[in-house]
């Protein structure tokens, strides 16, 4: 799944890196802890991934 804004792709860089060890889970916040909690390394990856150069910087849900 490709992130759909710039906030979602570096939220889950957060939680890609908590997964992987280089930084603590305790630190993630928010939407980067929920990822943490439900997605799998590889998931992340693809999210994180993502080129953020057409994305919003928030996804406007309205």
């Known amino acids: ?5 710039k906030a979602q792709q570096r939220a889950a860089g ?6 992987r060890g280089e930084t603590r889970v305790g630190d993630l ?3 980067a802890r929920d990822m943490y909690d439900s997605m799998t390394e590889a998931e992340l990856e693809e999210m994180a991934g993502t080129d953020r150069s057409d994305l919003p910087e928030r996804r406007d849900d309205a």
């Open 29 to 31: 916040q928010g939407a």
């Open 14 to 19: 957060a939680a890609l890196s908590a997964k």
């Open 1 to 5: 799944m490709k992130a759909t804004s």
